[in-house]
Each structure stands twice: as structure tokens, then as C-alpha cells.
């Protein structure tokens, strides 16, 4: 059996939240890695590449779907 990255984790909990559409809970998500992890951060800040269930892919769905949200750094 071959595993899922870990990193797709997260796009299953932002999946799950968007299949819930106006009945979803509400969800604090913190992304921490920031600066200190410079990938990251710049995945975060849309200035690297994209990559599979990073931050900037798992915005995206949330901006797609008419989540709202709020970006506290």
C-alpha cells in the first residue's frame, strides 16, 4: 500500500469543511512554519512554486468556495 504524503492531511480537513458548505464549523487553522522555514513561507506569500496541498493551494479553495477568513501574521 503505497501512503498518502503526509501534507495531504490538510487538504482532507479543507475538503471536509467545504463539503459542509454554510453548515461547516467554524475552523482556526494556524500556520506556523513562516519564517523560520523559508519554503513555507514563501509558499505561504505565493512566491515559490506551487505545491500539492500547500498553503497557497489550500487558500485558493477556501477563496474559490466563499469561505471567509481572516489572515492574522
Not at 56 to 70: N, Q, Y
Request: charged content about 20%; overall charge positive; cysteine-free.
Amino acid at each position: 500500500m503505497i501512503s498518502k504524503p503526509l501534507r495531504d492531511r490538510y487538504g482532507a480537513i479543507i475538503d471536509g469543511l467545504i463539503a459542509h458548505g454554510s453548515y461547516a464549523p467554524s475552523l482556526i487553522l494556524f500556520w506556523t512554519w513562516g519564517q523560520n522555514f523559508l519554503s513555507a513561507d514563501a509558499d505561504l506569500n505565493g512566491i515559490a512554486g506551487p505545491v500539492r496541498n500547500g498553503y497557497s493551494e489550500l487558500r485558493a479553495k477556501l477563496h474559490r468556495t466563499g469561505f471567509r477568513f481572516v489572515l492574522i501574521k
